[in-house]
């Protein structure tokens, strides 16, 4: 059973226009959500976050808003630019046992930034 | 400050074998969690330590095993390895405590194949 999901395995779009990557949840016990970039190789590299408590944060280029009855967010990333490119997963932390840190991943969507 | 540092970045082994990775985790950070990274699979959690104590665990057999030294330094071992158990290994360092607010930093993770 998925409890974060990325629905889009791909994504393309236009150098300087916006680029939006969706990710839905299933569990409401989940009270912080991530975005990580990961370039082939290399291990995820954090950007992004945000607090269950909390709908929108900002910072530069990235953006992410969450819709908590929806169960969905979404990172936009405007303008876009070709060192975009990657693959971007979404993660989510909550409790778990014995006050320990465990993040649930999508399976990642593929950012391609055409120049 | 230096980042999280897993060795070796490359393994080749035999079904039948047994590996142990290594991760180095952010200096003062006392959190060591490790995912197995699969293409079909995403990132999968496999365990978290802290404090050398195994505080959550994720859904692997007993094959996978970890442990945590006083350092904040930690190992992950698999036995009997199978042609599944091909992989990148990440291991991520946080601070520690509880997980909100809190970002996992990742290290470059350990290709292992198995042949």
């Known amino acids: 059973d998925q409890q974060v999901k990325q629905n889009s395995p791909s994504l393309s779009v236009q150098e300087g226009r916006i680029s939006i990557l969706n990710c839905d949840y299933t569990?409401?016990?989940?009270?912080?959500f991530l975005w990580y970039k990961k370039y082939p190789a290399e291990g995820p590299t954090f950007l992004i976050s945000?607090?269950?408590?909390?709908d929108k944060n900002e910072d530069g280029r990235f953006t992410v808003f969450l819709n908590k009855s929806a169960k969905h967010l979404s990172l936009h990333i405007v303008p876009s630019q070709p060192g975009d490119s990657a693959v971007y997963f979404c993660?989510?932390?909550?409790?778990?046992?014995?006050?320990?840190?465990?993040?649930?991943f999508g399976k990642g969507t593929k950012l391609s930034v055409i120049p | 400050k230096a980042g999280v540092t897993q060795t070796p970045r490359y393994l080749i082994k035999t079904r039948g074998q047994q590996v142990t990775l290594s991760c180095s985790p952010i200096?003062?950070?006392?959190?060591v969690s490790w995912y197995q990274q699969t293409p079909g699979q995403g990132l999968q959690f496999l365990f978290e330590?802290?404090?050398?104590?195994?505080?959550n665990k994720g859904n692997f057999p007993g094959r996978f095993s970890g442990r945590q030294f006083s350092n904040s330094r930690s190992e992950m071992n698999v036995s009997t390895l199978e042609l599944g158990d091909s992989a990148l290994y990440l291991c991520a360092s946080t601070a520690g405590g509880t997980s909100v607010g809190t970002e996992a930093f990742f290290g470059q993770g350990t290709r292992l194949t198995v042949v």
């Open positions: 993660a989510a932390s909550g409790h778990s046992g014995a006050g320990s840190y465990q993040l649930t």
């Open positions: 945000i607090s269950s408590i909390k």
């Open positions: 200096s003062g950070h006392r959190s």
């Open positions: 569990n409401s016990m989940f009270d912080y």
């Open positions: 330590y802290f404090s050398e104590t195994q505080r």
